[in-house]
C-alpha cells in the first residue's frame, strides 16, 4: 500500500533523476538513486532506464539485504554500495549516485577534492576525497566506499564518478551539484595556475556555522591526517587549509622559478607552465 511519504518519495526521486540528466551529471542510463521508506523497505530507481525520463511507477521496493519487494522492474546493479552506505549511515536517508564529468575527471586523474577552497563546500561537505576503485555492481565498490562514508557526505569514486548521501533526495542531490560546480571552479583555478586556500582558523569558523544553517556536520577535522593511513574506516576529515592567511598551497610561477634555479632544475606543472608562458608573452606586448 502506497502512504503519501513514499508518493512523495517516488516524486522526489523522480524530480532529482530528472535534474540530474538534463544537467549531464549522467549519460544513457546511468546513475542511481535510492531513499529510505521506513526500517524495512528502501525505495530504488530501476536499472535500464534513462534517469531524466522515469516515472513515479518505475521505482523498485528492495529490503536493506536488496532484495526486491514491488515493482515491475530490476533495481540498480549499483544498489550494493546505496545498502553499505545505509548500513554505515543510520543518520542519512538518501543516497545519489551519477557521473558528473567534471568531478568524475578528478576521480580518473586521482586528484581528491580536499583542498579548503569555497565557504559553501567547507560548510556543506568539508573535504571530498577519493575511494580506491572498485569494479561496478561487484562488492569492490561498497568496500572501497565504506571506507570513507562514515566521515563523508560525499565522495568520488576512482575512475568512476562520485556518490552523496544526506538526509532527503533532495539534499543529497544538491550535494551532487555542489561538488560538481566546485570541481569546475576547481579546474578554472588550476588552469589560471594558482589557488588560494582558506585558512585553517575561517574553516574552523565556518564549521562553526553549520548548526545555524541546520546542516549536520559529516566529521571533524583530524587532529593528526597520519591516523588515517592507519585504520580500515576513516573517520575524520583532512582538508587541505593552511595556518596562516597570506600562505598559498600552489606558488605563483616565479617563487617556483626561484626554487628551481635553487635546485638546478625546473619542475613545472601543466598549469604552472601555461601561466608562465601567458606572462612571457604578456612581457613582450608591454
Ligand atoms: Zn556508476
Do not use: W
Given at each position: 500500500?502506497?502512504?503519501?511519504?513514499?508518493?512523495?518519495?517516488?516524486?522526489?526521486?523522480?524530480?532529482?533523476?530528472?535534474?540530474?540528466?538534463?544537467?549531464?551529471?549522467?549519460?544513457?542510463?546511468?546513475?542511481?538513486?535510492?531513499?529510505?521508506?521506513?526500517?524495512?523497505?528502501?525505495?530504488?530507481?530501476?536499472?535500464?532506464?534513462?534517469?531524466?525520463?522515469?516515472?513515479?511507477?518505475?521505482?523498485?521496493?528492495?529490503?536493506?539485504?536488496?532484495?526486491?519487494?514491488?515493482?515491475?522492474?530490476?533495481?540498480?546493479?549499483?544498489?550494493?554500495?546505496?545498502?553499505?552506505?545505509?548500513?554505515?549511515?543510520?543518520?542519512?536517508?538518501?543516497?545519489?549516485?551519477?557521473?558528473?564529468?567534471?568531478?568524475?575527471?578528478?576521480?580518473?586523474?586521482?586528484?581528491?577534492?580536499?583542498?579548503?577552497?569555497?565557504?559553501?563546500?567547507?560548510?556543506?561537505?568539508?573535504?571530498?576525497?577519493?575511494?580506491?576503485?572498485?569494479?561496478?555492481?561487484?562488492?569492490?565498490?561498497?568496500?572501497?566506499?565504506?571506507?570513507?562514508?562514515?566521515?563523508?557526505?560525499?565522495?568520488?569514486?576512482?575512475?568512476?564518478?562520485?556518490?552523496?548521501?544526506?538526509?532527503?533526495?533532495?539534499?543529497?542531490?544538491?550535494?551532487?551539484?555542489?561538488?560538481?560546480?566546485?570541481?569546475?571552479?576547481?579546474?578554472?583555478?588550476?588552469?589560471?595556475?594558482?589557488?588560494?586556500?582558506?585558512?585553517?582558523?575561517?574553516?574552523?569558523?565556518?564549521?562553526?556555522?553549520?548548526?545555524?544553517?541546520?546542516?549536520?556536520?559529516?566529521?571533524?577535522?583530524?587532529?593528526d591526517?597520519s591516523e588515517l593511513a592507519a585504520g580500515d574506516e576513516v573517520?575524520?576529515?583532512?582538508?587541505?587549509?593552511?595556518?596562516?592567511?597570506?600562505?598559498?598551497?600552489?606558488?605563483?610561477?616565479?617563487?617556483?622559478?626561484?626554487?628551481?634555479?635553487?635546485?638546478?632544475?625546473?619542475?613545472?606543472?601543466?598549469?604552472?607552465?601555461?601561466?608562465?608562458?601567458?606572462?612571457?608573452?604578456?612581457?613582450?606586448?608591454?
Amino acid at each position: 500500500m502506497s502512504t503519501r511519504l513514499e508518493e512523495q518519495t517516488r516524486a522526489e526521486i523522480v524530480e532529482a533523476g530528472r535534474r540530474m540528466y538534463a544537467r549531464g551529471f549522467v549519460a544513457s542510463n546511468d546513475g542511481n538513486i535510492s531513499a529510505r521508506l521506513d526500517d524495512t523497505r528502501l525505495l530504488t530507481t530501476p536499472k535500464s532506464v534513462s534517469k531524466g525520463f522515469m516515472t513515479p511507477d518505475m521505482m523498485v521496493v528492495v529490503d536493506y539485504e536488496g532484495k526486491k519487494l514491488s515493482g515491475d522492474r530490476d533495481a540498480s546493479s549499483e544498489l550494493p554500495m546505496h545498502l553499505e552506505i545505509y548500513r554505515s549511515r543510520p543518520d542519512i536517508n538518501a543516497v545519489v549516485h551519477a557521473h558528473p564529468p567534471t568531478a568524475t575527471g578528478f576521480a580518473v586523474a586521482g586528484i581528491p577534492l580536499t583542498r579548503a577552497v569555497l565557504a559553501e563546500v567547507v560548510t556543506t561537505l568539508g573535504s571530498i576525497p577519493i575511494a580506491e576503485y572498485g569494479t561496478p555492481s561487484t562488492a569492490e565498490l561498497p568496500a572501497a566506499v565504506r571506507k570513507y562514508i562514515k566521515a563523508h557526505d560525499g565522495l568520488l569514486l576512482a575512475n568512476h564518478g562520485a556518490v552523496t548521501c544526506c538526509r532527503t533526495v533532495m539534499t543529497a542531490y544538491y550535494k551532487m551539484e555542489t561538488i560538481e560546480h566546485f570541481a569546475r571552479i576547481s579546474l578554472v583555478a588550476r588552469l589560471l595556475g594558482r589557488e588560494h586556500l582558506i585558512s585553517r582558523e575561517e574553516v574552523e569558523r565556518l564549521q562553526g556555522l553549520r548548526g545555524m544553517y541546520g546542516i549536520a556536520a559529516p566529521a571533524p577535522l583530524c587532529a593528526d591526517p597520519s591516523e588515517l593511513a592507519a585504520g580500515d574506516e576513516v573517520l575524520c576529515q583532512v582538508l587541505e587549509a593552511p595556518e596562516s592567511s597570506s600562505a598559498r598551497l600552489v606558488p605563483d610561477v616565479s617563487s617556483a622559478l626561484r626554487q628551481a634555479s635553487r635546485d638546478g632544475e625546473i619542475r613545472l606543472t601543466y598549469g604552472e607552465l601555461t601561466a608562465l608562458i601567458t606572462d612571457a608573452v604578456k612581457n613582450l606586448r608591454d
